[in-house]
T-cell receptor, first 114, second 110 residues
């Protein structure tokens, strides 16, 4: 069974540009989460989808971030325009249920904003 | 005071050593306690999960929780070079979203 996949693995962009990150969850997982780790800091929650609906977006830093999950399958996270402080590793996780021990993480996308 | 304190290391030990990794927390609402292992360029992988004080053992790994002291530990016996990774503690308090520590980098050298 394939795990959570994320694309691209690494993105380098200039300040002011737009970047779109993609996450493909494990097949059949209704729950999809986005997290971010800024260098030297903890992994922080961004938002949670249940199927195509946003269940919790309390961790989204500002309106430059837009997450979508059309059709309840893969999800995209767009950053527009990107700022220097957006640099970090963006993780996606998926789960069938909502218990702590059910989330499976993807390998992450490393975003560098110059 | 930060909710979770975890020494980032690195912690370097010889193969075969017993490793002790620790976290302290301040939030009394935390009732679920987890340890994740993260290899370089990979996502976190759940290693241990418990919701009670005391010890939980899984092979060479033992998770210990002391709720009264707000202190959790992960012990690795007979450490192997393949155990070299970053270990993150994480906590849950009723929502389904874990609160992570910064992670401790562990290096086990042959």
């Amino acid at each position: 069974e394939a795990g959570v996949t994320q694309f691209p693995s690494h993105s380098v962009i200039e300040k002011g540009q737009t970047v779109t990150l993609r996450c493909d969850p494990i097949s059949g997982h209704d729950n999809l989460y986005w997290y971010r780790r800024v260098m030297g800091k903890e992994i922080k929650f961004l938002l949670h989808f249940v199927k195509e609906s946003k269940q919790d977006e309390s961790g989204m830093p500002n309106n430059r971030f837009l997450a979508e999950r059309t059709g309840g399958t893969y999800s995209t996270l767009k950053v527009q325009p990107a700022e220097l402080e957006d640099s970090g590793v963006y993780f996606c996780a998926s789960s069938q249920g909502q218990d702590y021990n059910e989330q499976f993480f993807g390998p992450g996308t490393r975003l560098t904003v110059l | 005071q930060k909710e979770v304190e975890q020494d980032p290391g690195p912690l370097s030990v010889p193969e075969g050593a017993i490793v002790s990794l620790n976290c302290t927390y301040s939030n009394s609402a935390f009732q679920y306690f987890m340890w994740y292992r993260q290899y370089s360029r990979k996502g976190p992988e759940l290693l241990m999960y418990t919701y009670s004080s005391g010890n939980k053992e899984d092979g060479r790994f033992t998770a210990q929780v002391d709720k009264s002291s707000k202190y959790i530990s992960l012990f690795i016996r007979d450490s192997q070079p393949s155990d070299s990774a970053t270990y993150l503690c994480a906590f849950g308090g009723g929502s389904y979203i874990p609160t992570f520590g910064r992670g401790t980098s562990l290096i086990v050298h042959p």
